[in-house]
C-alpha cells in the first residue's frame, strides 16, 4: 500500500509498511549501514507523519517477513482484543497510550492486542519523555526464586565476570556485589570459556553461594542455551535458562537458536525445579537482545533495527521470561553509532518491552570504541530509573574484566536506587536487612566499605551458618 | 569461617585483601556515599583514556616484533574492502571481504588445501596483536605441524573483521582457518587476542559455525592454554567434520608434548 505525505511543496512516498518504518526511525548507525534509513530529516519526519496516519489493521495485513518468528507473532495475538483497536491509527494509539486510563485497559489484557511491529511504529513518533511516562505506569512481576518487577523494585544483576572463570575470582566479585544490595534480578556470569565442565563448575558454584548465604535470589551461566541443557543433563542445578534472541527466523539461526529448541529447554529446566526447593514461580527465562544483532549476523531481511529489536521481544514474551534486558550499546558504534544514539534506543527498548509485557531491564553501556563515557551512561541510567526499568547490571567499578565494555557498577545500582527510593526485590531487601547489609532500607556503614567490610560479612555467614 | 562452607566460598571469602590475586576485577574498592572514592574515580577514567587511545594505533610488518615474524614465517599483508580506520568503524560489511584481487594472491602465495590456515587480523586492537602474537604464531604452527597436519603459510589482514574467514576459506579451500584477532579494548587491558575458528569456513557462514578462545593475553588465557585449546578445538572439527556452537570445547585440552604434562 503506497503512502504519501506532502510537507511544504515536497512530496515524500514510501513503497510499503517495510519502508515506511525504516524510513521513521530516529537516526541508527545500523540502518544507515543496511542503506535502509530515510535520506533526509524531512524524509524522517514525512515517515512519522505518515506512519501516524497508519491504522493498525494494516500491521497484520501487511506482515514484513515471512518466517517462523511472524508466526509465532501472529499466534500469540489476542484478536478479539485487537478486533476492538484495529481501526485506530498509530498516531491515535500513541495518544491513548499517554492516558491515564491506558495502564487499566493494558492489564485487563490490551497488551496482548499490541503486537512488536505496532509497538515499534509507536516508539518512532514518540518523544524521550513520551517513551519515560508511558513506561514508567507498566508493571510486568515475574517469579523464579524471588518476586521482580512491583512498583518501586528495581533490581540488579551481579555480573561477576572473570577472564578465565576463577571460581574464586567470581565468587568474590558476587560478594562484593551482594554488599551492595545488588543481586536480586540473578547471579549471572558470561563464562570465559564455553566447555560444558566449564558450565557445570560455576552453576555448582554460584548454587552454593546462594544455598550457603541462603539468599532468596538466582543464579545462571550464560552459555549458549545447549551447553547449559546439556550441564543440566548431568546435573548441574540450572535456575535460569538464558539465551541471546534475535527478531527474525535468520537471526536466531546466526545464534543456533530455535524455538522449538527454546520451548523444549524451558520444559526442562521447569521440570528440573519440581525436585529442588525454593522455587515460587515457573518464569525461567532470561533473554538478552539489543537493536542490530539482527543486521550483525545478516538476517534482517531489511527490516530496520527498532522493528527487529521489537520482534525479538516478541519471542521473548511467548516463553514467560523473568528477566528480558537489550544491551544497549554492546555491539559497537556501526550499529549505535554514538551516547545519542545508544540513549535513544534504550529508552525505546525499554518502552517497547514494557508495552509487550515483559520484565524488561537494560545493561546501559558502551564499548571503548564508541563516542560514549561513564557521563553518558549515568544519564542513561538516571532517565531508566525514572521510566521504571526492571532491573540494570552491576558489574564491579562498571569495568567487565571479560567481554571488555562498561556497564552499570554496584556503586550505580545502589546510588540510584538511593536518587529515586527505589528498592530491591522484597524478599532480597528482607534478606539484606538480616545479613546486616542494609539498615532502614538503605546500605548500612559497615558494608561495601573496603575488604575490612567482607569480614563483617563473614561473620553475618557464620552467624547464619549456625 | 565456619568449616561447613564449602571451599570455594571460604577460599573467596578468605583472600578478601588479596582480591588482586585471583581477579582482576575492581573490588572491594570502598565507596563514598554510594559513589566512587575519588581515586577509582580518577582511575576509571586513566584507564579509558588509554583504551581510546590504544584504538588509533597502528601496526606495521616492518617494525619489531611483527618484522621477525615476517621474516621467519613470511608473514604478508593483505587488505580488505575498508579503505581506512573510519570506514573500518562504521563498515563492517567491509571489514569482513577480502579487497578486489586479494583471492588472487591468496592462491598464488599460500599452498591450497591444507590441514590449517593461520591468519592474523588486527581487529579493534592492533595492541593485542603485536603484544600476543609473537608468543602464539609459532608454538601453534609447531604443534600443529607435529600432529602430521599440513600448516599453510600465514598473512595479515589490516582492517580486518572475523567474517572474513569465509573469503579466505573460500579462496584457499584449507579444511580449518584460525584468525588470531586483536579484540576491542577494555579498562583493564588494551591488549586481550581472540582466536577464532572455523572447519571448512565459506560464503555464508555465520558465528554459528565458528568457535572461540578469547582473552589471550597475560592475566587471562596464557599462551600455551591458548594453543593447546585450539588444536583441541581443531582435532575435533578433524573428528566431527563440522565447527560452531555443536562442537564443545573438552575441560581437558590436548596435551602439548614438551608443555610440562599440564
Not at chain 1, 139 to 154: A, D, Q, S, Y
Not at chain 1, 422 to 444: K, Y
Not at chain 1, 455 to 460: H, K
Amino acid at each position: 500500500m503506497k503512502r504519501s505525505v506532502t510537507l511544504r511543496g515536497e512530496t515524500f512516498a514510501f513503497a510499503d509498511l517495510r519502508q515506511l518504518l525504516a524510513s521513521a526511525n530516529e537516526p541508527k548507525a545500523g540502518d544507515r549501514l543496511a542503506g535502509i534509513a530515510a535520506a533526509s530529516e524531512r524524509e524522517r519526519v514525512a515517515a512519522k507523519m505518515a506512519l501516524a496516519d497508519v491504522a493498525l489493521g494494516d500491521f497484520i495485513e501487511e506482515p514484513l517477513l515471512e518466517d517462523d518468528v511472524t508466526g509465532l507473532i501472529f499466534d500469540s495475538l489476542d484478536r478479539n482484543a485487537f478486533a476492538q483497536i484495529r481501526s485506530l491509527t498509530v498516531g491515535e494509539l500513541r495518544e491513548r497510550v499517554l492516558s491515564p486510563e491506558f495502564v487499566g485497559e493494558w492489564e485487563r489484557g490490551l497488551k496482548w492486542a499490541l503486537t512488536p511491529e505496532i509497538v515499534s511504529a509507536l516508539a518512532r513518533i514518540m518523544s524521550a519523555r513520551d517513551l519515560i511516562s508511558a513506561a514508567a505506569p507498566l508493571r510486568t512481576i515475574t517469579r523464579c526464586r524471588n518476586t521482580m518487577g512491583e512498583r518501586g523494585v528495581f533490581g540488579v544483576r551481579i555480573q561477576p565476570n572473570h577472564p578465565t572463570d576463577d571460581i574464586a575470582g567470581v565468587l568474590l566479585s558476587a560478594l562484593d556485589g551482594l554488599m551492595f544490595g545488588c543481586g536480586d534480578a540473578v547471579i549471572g556470569v558470561n563464562p570465559a570459556g564455553d566447555s560444558i565442565e566449564n558450565v557445570i563448575a560455576l552453576e555448582n558454584a554460584l548454587h552454593d553461594l546462594i544455598d550457603t548465604l541462603h539468599a532468596p535470589t538466582q543464579s545462571c551461566v550464560l552459555a549458549h542455551y545447549t551447553t547449559q541443557l546439556a550441564a543440566l543433563e548431568r546435573g548441574a542445578p540450572i535456575d535460569l535458562l538464558f539465551q541471546s534472541i534475535g527478531g527474525t527466523e535468520a537471526t536466531n539461526a546466526g545464534f543456533g537458536v530455535t524455538l522449538q529448541g527454546l520451548a523444549e529447554g524451558r520444559a526442562a529446566v521447569l521440570d528440573s525445579h519440581n525436585s529442588r526447593n525454593g522455587f515460587i514461580g515457573d518464569n525461567v527465562m532470561y533473554f538478552e537482545t539489543g537493536q542490530g544483532t539482527a543486521l550483525s549476523v545478516e538476517g534482517h531481511g531489511g527490516v530496520d533495527q527498532l522493528t527487529c529489536e521489537a520482534r525479538a521481544y516478541g519471542v521473548a514474551r511467548a516463553f514467560d521470561p523473568f528477566l528480558v534486558n537489550s544491551v544497549v550499546g554492546f555491539i559497537g558504534p556501526e550499529y549505535l553509532a554514538d551516547s545519542t544514539e545508544i540513549m535513544r534506543a534504550g529508552l525505546e527498548d525499554h518502552f517497547m518491552g514494557k508495552l509487550l509485557g515483559l520484565p524488561m531491564g537494560i545493561d546501559v553501556c558502551y564499548t571503548n570504541h564508541v563516542d560514549a563515557n561513564q557521563d553518558t551512561t549515568d544519564q542513561l541510567l538516571v532517565l531508566l530509573a525514572t521510566a521504571g526499568c526492571n532491573f540494570v547490571m552491576g558489574v564491579p567499578g562498571s569495568d567487565d574484566v571479560m567481554l571488555n565494555y562498561q556497564s552499570t557498577s554496584y556503586h550505580d545500582a545502589a546510588g540510584v536506587r538511593e536518587l529515586v527510593g527505589a528498592r530491591p526485590a522484597p524478599e532480597f531487601e528482607a534478606w539484606l536487612q538480616q545479613m546486616g547489609i542494609f539498615i532502614g532500607g538503605r546500605l548500612s556503614e559497615e558494608s561495601a566499605n573496603g575488604p575490612a567490610s567482607l569480614r563483617l560479612f563473614a561473620d553475618s555467614l557464620r552467624a547464619l551458618d549456625r | 569461617m565456619s568449616d561447613q562452607l564449602p571451599e570455594s566460598i571460604r577460599s573467596a571469602v578468605d583472600v578478601g585483601d588479596e582480591a588482586s590475586n585471583v581477579t582482576p576485577a575492581r573490588l572491594l574498592i570502598g565507596r563514598a556515599g554510594s559513589a566512587y572514592r575519588t581515586s577509582t574515580q580518577l582511575q576509571l577514567r586513566a584507564d579509558h583514556a588509554f583504551a581510546r587511545d590504544a584504538l588509533r594505533a597502528s601496526l606495521s610488518l616492518d617494525a619489531s616484533p611483527m618484522s621477525e615474524l615476517a621474516d621467519r614465517f613470511g608473514l604478508f599483508e593483505v587488505a580488505t574492502q575498508a579503505e581506512s580506520h573510519e570506514e573500518y568503524l562504521a563498515r563492517p560489511d567491509k571489514g569482513r571481504r577480502l579487497a578486489s584481487g586479494v583471492a588472487e594472491t591468496l592462491r598464488r602465495e599460500c599452498p591450497n588445501g591444507i590441514d590449517v590456515q593461520i591468519v592474523i587480523g588486527d581487529g579493534l586492537s592492533p595492541l593485542a596483536v603485536s603484544a600476543q602474537v609473537p608468543a602464539v604464531l609459532s608454538p601453534l604452527i609447531d604443534h600443529a605441524t607435529a600432529r602430521g597436519w599440513t600448516v599453510g603459510r600465514p598473512f595479515f589482514v589490516r582492517h580486518c573483521r572475523v567474517g572474513v574467514m569465509n573469503d579466505i576459506g573460500d579462496a584457499l579451500d584449507a579444511q580449518n582457518v584460525v584468525l588470531l584477532i586483536g579484540e576491542r579494548p577494555g579498562l583493564a587491558t588494551a591488549e586481550s587476542l581472540s582466536a577464532y575458528l572455523a572447519h571448512r569456513p565459506g560464503a555464508g557462514d555465520t558465528d554459528a559455525q565458528r568457535n572461540l578462545v578469547s582473552n589471550i593475553h597475560p592475566s587471562g588465557v596464557s599462551s600455551e592454554d591458548a594453543v593447546r585449546r585450539i588444536l583441541g578445538l581443531i582435532d575435533s572439527f578433524m573428528l566431527q567434520g563440522r565447527s560452531g556452537f555443536m562442537v564443545k570445547e573438552s575441560a581437558q585440552p590436548t596435551t602439548l608434548p614438551g608443555a610440562g604434562g599440564r
